[in-house]
Structures are given as C-alpha cells and as structure tokens.
C-alpha cells in the first residue's frame, strides 16, 4: 500500500486549467524493477461490505447528497460511544458519521435531528414547510459548521406529481451545528426557509468552503408557462443563515446534481444522464459546456480529500447506467480522460455514489420488507480507485489492464 501510495504521488501531474499544458512526469528515472511490479500489477479488487442504517422507529435518514462522508462509524447510540469504536471495520453495521434524520410521520411541521457521531453532537431542530410533499434532500456539513435541508416537491417530476397536477413548491433551510457542546443540543427558535419557490426541485450543493449553496429546478409542471423550463440559482447567505443575494439562471438543460470541484467551478449531471462543466461569469450567470461521452451517467462524486495546491479537486468517479465505475483526475491529460475501474455489482439498485480518500462507495436503495414494508438496513460497498495503476497505463502507453467484474 506504501508503494501504491508513493506512486500515486510521484505520478500525479495537474495542469493549468486555462493553458492545459501537459506536465508529464519523467520515467527514465524510475527503476526498471519498479516499472515490472507496476506493469503487472492488478487491480486491488477487493471489496469492503457493510450494512447501513437508514430507518429507526419513526425516523427515516437522510444522505448526504453531494459533500463527501466523514469515516463510516460503529452504529451507536448518542452519549454512548467509545474512542476505540468508532472506526467500523468489514461486515460492521455503520452510519455515515454526519446524518440527518426526519420525523416520517410529518407533513407541515417537521422534526429535524443532525447527528455526528464523531463529536457526539446531536442538534434537534423545527421547522415548517409551505408543501406537505413528503420528499427531502440534506447536504452537509461543511467547514462552517452549516447543512443544508430541502423539503417539498423534488426529484424526478413523473415520480412525484400525480396525472394532471400543474404546481409545486419547495423550502430549503439552513442548520448550524452547534460548537463546544457535546450531547443533544435542542434548538427551540423554528429555522426560517433560506429561499422557497414553485417548481420542482431536482438537485441541491451546499459549497464545502463558503456560505453558499446552488440548486435547480423544473418549472415544466407548474402552471406558469416558461419558454426556458429550467433554472439554475446561487444563493449566498451571511454567518447567521439570512440570504444576502440570489442569482438565477434559466436553462434549457435540467441538472440532477451539481458538485465542486474548485475556483470556482462545477460539475453537473444532466436529466439526461450526461456531464457538463459549470462556471459562473463575471455576472454570476450560470454558464454550461455539456462533455460527450459513449456512456450515461447515474451519478458523480468528487474526491474533497485530493486537492491542488490552487484549490482544485480534479479527482471525479462517475457511475454509469450499465454499473460501470470510472475515475478520472480531470487534469491530468490534456483531454479529461475517465478511466473504467469497476463493475459494480446488482448495479440498478446502485442509490447514492460516494468518492472520499481514493476510495468510491456506493451505497444501494433499502428494499421493503414484504410484512411491514420497510427496511432498516441496505448495502454500502467500497472500492479502491485505482487511478494510479491507471495513469501509469496511459503514460507508459500500455493497453488498458482488464477489468475483473
């Protein structure tokens, strides 16, 4: 593993993001002992598996739906843990170490808990809703201590509107997580909505760094007609939560899923199943350049681990429609190159992508138990990367290793 590590580092080379210019490291150098061990060396294949809680009594978990997890952690009740615990290990029964958990029998009103095991903090907070949808998204926690909580009308339109329904909404709140407390902290002022509107809400980031957060919506099932059905909005907000400036964009492409990647750019997954880069201009308009690909996508993770010394994180997993797993440092060919790592297995029950410490995770959706249609537990499987062996490959002008399903 140090060697892999070692190599991974000496092979690395980023580039300009404005002049592109290659930077290849020299292999002269490298021992040609080495370069055998390289060479024919195989995919790390190996599988980490563990069991995740995602339902208990009557609350339903929510995941984390761009910024990366902390370490999976033992699943332990708050005020109970212990120091030499908390790390899982294979076959554990885990959570993701942040978490938010939500009153499933609410409509209006809703119970909010954001728990981090790791600190033993566990934040109770209220707020209310203008939509009784019973659809949610959380994002969080970033460096600020802040999350992110969407409730309303969201996700795929044709899964969520009942036949002839024309309008929607949503509210997208703020939570700060409390700091120098350990316990259950209860939080009794209600949360205030951030900003709310009618449409559907497809895709929501909380920036890792700044108090910012971007998302997009559909207007196509609302009754106000638009001739550009879809938007993109960032939304800055002060230290204490309030909304200091929106900015809108309408599109004519919808984004299911936007990520950071650094300085001030994105990278989205299109309704469509495709990638495209985002930047803001000098306006703070959105603009968009969609990436062609022979595959479609289901979902995109960043690596927040990895980052340049100018703040890029150019490390990118993408999974596609057929379970394929790639990688990609998407700066380190002069054309932004994905790499196929892993078939993923029983891949269309694939829900959430994750991409932290050179590792991918895919964690799968819970399917109901048949008596009392729910379940607490489904599958959260993790893989190494394998970039290094990759790029060494294309460098070296190899033909690509076979990929073991």
Not at 157 to 181: A, H
Not at 230 to 236: H, P
Not at 292 to 303: M, P
Not at 319 to 324: C, H, K, M, Q
């Amino acid at each position: 593993m140090c060697l892999y590590m070692s190599l991974v580092f000496v092979f690395s080379s980023y580039v300009s993001l404005y002049s592109m210019e290659q930077q290849h490291a020299s292999f002269n150098r490298i021992p040609n002992e080495v370069k055998k061990i390289i060479i024919a060396s195989a995919f790390d294949i190996s599988q980490t598996q563990y069991e995740m809680r995602v339902n208990q009594s009557d609350e339903s978990l929510l995941i984390p739906y761009t910024l990366r997890p902390i370490n999976p952690v033992i699943e332990t009740q708050v005020g109970q843990l212990e120091p030499h615990s908390i790390i899982a290990k294979p076959g554990d029964r885990i959570l993701l170490d942040s978490q938010l958990w939500f009153d499933k029998n609410s409509f209006y009103s809703y119970k909010l808990r954001l728990d981090q095991d790791t600190l033993d903090i566990d934040d109770r907070f209220t707020c209310s809703s203008s939509s009784n949808e019973k659809m949610a998204f959380f994002d969080g926690i970033n460096i600020h201590k802040k999350a992110l909580f969407a409730k309303g009308s969201i996700g795929e339109p044709e899964r969520l509107f009942v036949e002839g329904s024309t309008s929607g909404r949503y509210d997208i709140f703020l939570l700060k997580q409390s700091e120098g407390l350990t316990g259950t902290i209860y939080h009794e002022e209600p949360l205030e909505s951030l900003c709310e509107g009618e449409g559907t809400l497809c895709s929501v980031m909380l920036h890792p760094e700044r108090n910012i957060i971007l998302f997009s919506v559909d207007y196509t099932h609302i009754k106000i007609f638009l001739k550009i059905p879809y938007s993109v909005s960032i939304v800055e907000f002060d230290e204490s939560g309030k909304q200091k400036k929106q900015f809108m964009t309408y599109t004519n492409t919808l984004f299911k899923k936007i990520i950071y990647i650094g300085c001030n750019t994105y990278v989205g997954l299109t309704s469509n199943n495709m990638l495209a880069t985002l930047w803001p201009n000098h306006n703070n308009q959105i603009v968009y350049k969609e990436q062609k690909h022979q595959s479609r996508f289901i979902d995109i993770a960043v690596d927040e681990s990895r980052k340049t010394a100018k703040g890029f994180r150019p490390y990118i997993a993408c999974l596609s429609t057929e379970g394929n797993l790639f990688v990609s440092n998407i700066f380190a060919f002069d054309k932004p190159t994905l790499f196929l790592t892993k078939k993923i297995p029983n891949h269309q029950q694939a829900f959430r992508l994750f991409y932290d410490k050179s590792q991918c995770a895919v964690l799968y959706k819970a399917i109901p138990e048949v008596q009392r249609n729910c379940t607490n537990y489904t599958d959260f499987l993790v893989w190494p990367d394998n970039f290094g062996i990759h790029y060494i490959n294309k460098v070296l002008g190899l033909a690509p290793l076979q990929i073991q399903k």
